[in-house]
């Protein structure tokens, strides 16, 4: 397999998120990872300290000019996640468009991350950003509800509103969708969650077909950082394999996410000791000990194909 | 395994050379991989055009004084490359002293990147910083005959001059040495350089000896970047292995070498065309591709004790 993504995000000294979350997993997979890191930190900024460096929008294009001097600016997939910064934002924009130009086939792969259980944690300005220019020239997305309803201006509170927003961000831009995590009730009561998909396809006849699933989701009791940097990157590697099964590709994404995570919290819980609750450098994702379930995830939930 | 490395070398965008060359493949060997990026650079500096920014020995305590601030300054090992600025390197060495108190067991494996082929590509005043504050802090050390000889101010002609030069950087510090490579003739012919190890051992009854091995490696006609830092990597995993069996640790090494440069190389002439030599951008080890050999690598040299 002869596969190259480009990957902006964090680099962190200690710890999995950002570039550290989604370049080991993708390597993996057999997957060619160049990563430009958007910042270094000593770790993510859910410790009580953190300490660092970021790279400016003039940084990251010199970077980027290094690779196209080169002439090796040939890339099959980007992916980009958490930012800060609108003018690196748009440097990376730029970035994709060109890269989108010298390869029309390229599939960039974005968590527009925004903020969650209904409120910001990047600046405001980022959001017409995301809306007008980044979103626009995704093809896969993976916001969380809050997230949708953000870039859509419409609530979610039933899953045909889930639906309506899918094909808002469809007409948006991205042919697949997938809104990670909602409040929507789950079937299997209230220790799960519900995670939707959308993938839009065009037939040979020229048609249009959607296909939607549903997956219902073990919430687990602890804050994790650098879920959602795993799954767009796990995202990315099941869809290429599974480019025309969302389903599928969901069942491997979602699976992988599942025993990475039982993994880490097994291993946090025996860090901190009975009765206590982990910290955030005993709760990092168990990565590395988790490469033989990224590499083939036994598949634990089944997606529901919904009309 | 729970064995926590820091590695602190640079980083390319596109390729395979320092922390981009080292991670992945003790990450896939079970280590968890904390890395400090020294520099973020688009490829390294053989290809037509390069592009970056370094980090400054300031900026490279701020990091450390964040790990230090979470009271997550733990290590078993620290592994260094290619450095060009000697307050940097300083830094270094203070940072590793501090983690030696931390962890008094800590393995430091560093390689002192100077020079090739009688020549130093790295400015001359970081001679003094590795000889008088770096190499006496490592435990494993690997250098080639040009750093080896630089290091101790004594030339290597013939085996014999080899084994005292690896004595004499024992006395400077290192427990384990690997002369990565030399221009002492091969037995096996001109298709092969030798390449030298020791590690000093403490008997049962306390006395001190020291087993040293020779290796045979089969050159090939390729300029590759990144190889050294493979190398220093591979070593540290399968010294961990093999802690007190330095022919171990080298044949698995050496051999992890020879399947990574093998795959490149064929890759390369591949991507070149007949009669082409490949560019640098095609010949970046194929490292992603090799993660089974570098899991497991079928031993395909022996070294021999003498």
Not at chain 2, 117 to 144: C, F
Not at chain 2, 164 to 178: A, I, S, W, Y
Not at chain 2, 293 to 300: G, K, M, R, Y
Request: aromatic share 8%; glycine share 6%.
């Amino acid at each position: 397999m002869e596969c190259r993504v480009l990957s902006i995000q964090s680099h962190v000294v200690r710890g999995y998120v950002g570039n550290k979350s989604a370049s080991f997993p993708l390597q993996v997979l057999g997957f060619e990872v160049d990563s430009i890191n958007s910042v270094q930190f000593s770790n993510h900024t859910g410790y009580s300290h953190w300490k660092g460096q970021v790279l400016t929008a003039d940084e990251l294009h010199v970077l980027y000019e290094g690779i196209k001097l080169n002439k090796v600016h040939q890339y099959d997939y980007v992916l980009t996640g958490y930012t800060r910064d609108t003018s690196f934002l748009e440097m990376v924009v730029d970035i994709i468009q060109e890269l989108k130009r010298a390869n029309p086939n390229l599939v960039y792969v974005c968590d527009p991350v925004l903020g969650d259980h209904g409120s910001m944690y990047v600046p405001q300005n980022l959001y017409p950003v995301y809306k007008n220019k980044v979103v626009p020239v995704a093809d896969i997305i993976t916001p969380n509800q809050f997230e949708a309803e953000l870039l859509t201006g419409k609530n979610i509170t039933t899953e045909k509103d889930a639906v309506e927003v899918m094909d808002l961000l469809h007409a948006m831009g991205p042919d697949t969708v997938v809104i990670t995590s909602s409040d929507l009730p789950s079937r299997l009561g209230d220790r799960f969650l519900v995670s939707l998909g959308s993938q839009r396809k065009v037939r040979p006849d020229g048609s249009r077909t959607t296909q939607r699933v549903r997956m219902e989701v073990h919430k687990v009791d602890a804050v994790f950082v650098g879920t959602g940097d795993l799954f767009a990157a796990m995202l990315l590697a099941w869809t290429h394999h599974y480019p025309d099964d969302l389903k599928m590709a969901c069942e491997k994404t979602f699976s992988v996410m599942h025993h990475v995570i039982q993994r880490t919290i097994s291993y946090a819980h025996e860090l901190a000791g009975p009765g206590r609750r982990p910290s955030p450098p005993q709760l990092e994702l168990r990565m590395v000990q988790s490469k033989a379930d990224i590499e083939d995830p036994a598949i634990v939930l089944e997606a529901t194909v919904i009309s | 395994m729970e064995c926590r490395v820091l590695s602190i070398q640079s980083h390319v965008v596109r390729g395979y050379v320092g922390n981009k060359s080292a991670t992945f493949p003790l990450q896939v060997l079970g280590f968890e991989v904390d890395s400090i990026n020294s520099v973020q650079f688009s490829n390294h500096t053989g290809y037509a055009h390069w592009k970056g920014q370094v980090l400054t020995a300031e900026e490279l305590n701020v990091l450390y004084e964040g790990i230090k601030l979470n009271q997550v300054n733990r290590y078993d090992y620290i592994l260094t490359g290619y450095s060009r600025d000697s307050s940097f390197l300083e830094t270094v060495v203070d940072i590793i002293q501090e983690l030696k108190k931390a962890n008094p067991s800590l393995v430091y494996v560093c390689d002192p990147v100077m020079g090739d082929h009688g020549a130093m590509y790295v400015p001359e005043y970081l001679l003094p910083v590795y000889r008088d504050k770096v190499v006496p802090l490592a435990d494993i050390l690997t250098p080639n005959q040009f750093e080896a000889e630089l290091l101790t101010g004594r030339k290597i002609t013939t085996e014999e001059d080899a084994l005292e030069v690896m004595d004499l950087l024992h006395k400077l510090g290192p427990e384990t040495v690997v002369l990565t490579s030399t221009d002492l003739p091969s037995k096996r012919g001109d298709q092969f350089l030798v390449a030298l190890g020791s590690q000093n051992i403490v008997k049962a009854d306390g006395t001190k000896t020291s087993q040293k091995i020779c290796m045979d490696m089969p050159k090939v006609d390729a300029v590759f970047v990144g190889t050294g830092d493979l190398f220093a990597a591979m070593l540290l995993a399968w010294t961990h292995h093999h802690p007190k069996d330095l022919k171990a640790a080298c044949e698995k090494t050496a051999s992890v070498m020879h399947h990574v440069i093998r795959r490149t190389m064929t890759y390369a002439n591949e991507m070149a065309g007949p009669g082409k030599r490949p560019s640098p951008a095609q010949l970046e080890l194929r490292m992603v591709q090799s993660k089974a050999d570098i899991e497991n690598p079928a031993v395909v040299l022996e070294a021999r004790v003498l």
